[in-house]
């Protein structure tokens, strides 16, 4: 069983600051990574996806890939308190499971004005 | 405009009915996919298809089915015997990548099942 792991938060920022949301993984040959943003009560959309170990800059939001180490992580820097959410860490299955994503529960953020 | 459709946005049904879900894509996506989600829970894979006539059976396929008779459409139904089937359902689809190239998820709206 493949695992994807998160803080569960709650996390909570003053707005203008940096958070950082963390994920770790089990499966060591995963190549796919994926942050989706859900707002409460709606459906979750997908803000980055990193694919190479390293860092991936969007905009305000940059996402960090650490292979050996199992890690993938997301930076909000300037947060706004628009970017209060559930933040779902997800990675892409290999092999007979191609295409499935394992969605880490998620991590609550709230950005306080 | 692309996108995927789910309906209804909410539903309710007495205990020991069953209930089918639907979700439509125009995205041309191959796969396709139901996702479970319960307060304070991440999101778990009921069925997945990746081509029409199809399907797998996720972690938590029992108590449903779904079916897969057009590339656009893959209707879940919950089944009186799913025992607690009050959540709120996600349909996804992708395209059915290489190992060299990566699709991400699309979701729909979400329907929310209440059974009482």
């Known amino acids: 069983q493949k695992e994807v792991e998160q803080n569960s938060g709650p996390l909570s920022v003053p707005e203008g600051a940096i958070a950082s949301l963390n994920c770790t993984y089990s499966d060591r040959v995963s190549q796919s990574f994926f942050w989706y943003r859900q707002y409460s009560g709606k459906s979750p959309e997908l803000i980055m996806s990193i694919y190479s170990n390293g860092d991936k800059e969007d905009g305000r939001f940059t996402a960090q890939l650490n292979k050996a180490s199992q890690y993938v992580s997301l930076l909000i820097r300037d947060s706004q308190p628009s970017d209060s959410a559930t933040y779902l860490c997800a990675v892409k299955g290999r092999g007979s499971t191609l295409g499935r994503l394992y969605f880490g529960r998620g991590t609550q953020l709230t950005v306080w004005p | 405009d692309g996108g995927i459709t789910q309906s209804p946005k909410y539903l309710f049904r007495k205990e020991g009915q069953n209930v089918t879900l639907s979700c439509e894509q125009n995205?041309?996506?191959?796969?396709m996919y139901w996702y479970r989600q319960d307060p304070g829970q991440g999101l778990r894979l009921i069925y997945y298809s990746q081509i029409v006539n199809d399907f797998q059976k996720g972690d938590i396929a029992e108590g449903y089915s779904v079916s897969r008779e057009k590339k656009e459409s893959f209707p879940l139904t919950v089944t009186s015997a799913q025992k607690n089937p009050t959540a709120f359902y996600l349909c996804a689809s992708s395209f059915i990548e290489s190992s060299s190239a990566n699709s991400p998820l699309h979701f729909g709206n979400g329907t929310r099942l209440t059974v009482t």
């Open positions: 995205l041309n996506h191959d796969a």
